[in-house]
């Protein structure tokens, strides 16, 4: 009986010292998150702040010079502006990742509402044909041309990976293209 006494004593022992280590480690996980969130908050006030999320982007972005193309405009989404669909827009590609690229042109179009486009361009003898939708419209410095932000949609992963080997080519390259 005396052995049993010991055991469960033991035992008890074992729990509170798993149940302590337990406390403790949850107070420093609280103490951390307490020391980030005042460093953000440091971060936001402060006249040269920190960057935290530094590069928001999922896919590398590649410069690239003298790439020209066309976009198509598939939908314009509000009503008023259907007739502008299947319109065709010569422009210049400045950056190009998988998920998207910056497409610079002289035309400027309402991007209010859902822009679906088809963006090709031929690099090397191969044509490119994407479709994406526009996300940002803005003014481009030094010139009166805008630069708007596609991001690419319903891409296969064939599709993907072509793309991806191609910008993998230009990052290495890192020189004009045609």
């Known amino acids: 009986m005396n052995d049993i006494v010991w055991i469960e004593t033991f035992m008890l022992l074992i729990i509170v010292f798993l149940f302590l280590k337990s406390v403790k480690n949850n107070q420093t996980k609280k103490a951390e998150i307490a020391r980030l969130k005042n460093k953000m908050k440091k971060a936001k006030t402060s006249k040269n702040p920190i960057n935290i999320q530094k590069n928001r982007r999922k896919y590398h972005r590649v410069s690239v010079k003298d790439l020209t193309c066309k976009l198509k405009i598939i939908d314009f989404g509000h009503q008023t502006l259907r007739k502008l669909n299947n319109k065709s827009i010569s422009g210049q590609i400045l950056d190009l990742s998988v998920g998207g690229l910056g497409f610079l042109c002289e035309v400027d179009f309402p991007v209010t509402d859902p822009v679906l486009v088809d963006i090709s361009f031929t690099l090397k003898e191969e044509t490119y044909i994407y479709s994406g939708i526009v996300v940002r419209k803005e003014g481009h410095k030094g010139s009166n041309n805008l ?10 992963l064939n599709e993907e990976a072509k793309l991806n080997q191609l910008v993998n080519h230009l990052a ?3 020189k ?3």
């Open 172 to 174: 290495r390259s890192k």
């Open 147 to 156: 630069l708007y932000g596609i991001q690419f949609t319903n891409m296969g």
């Open 176 to 178: 004009s293209i045609n």
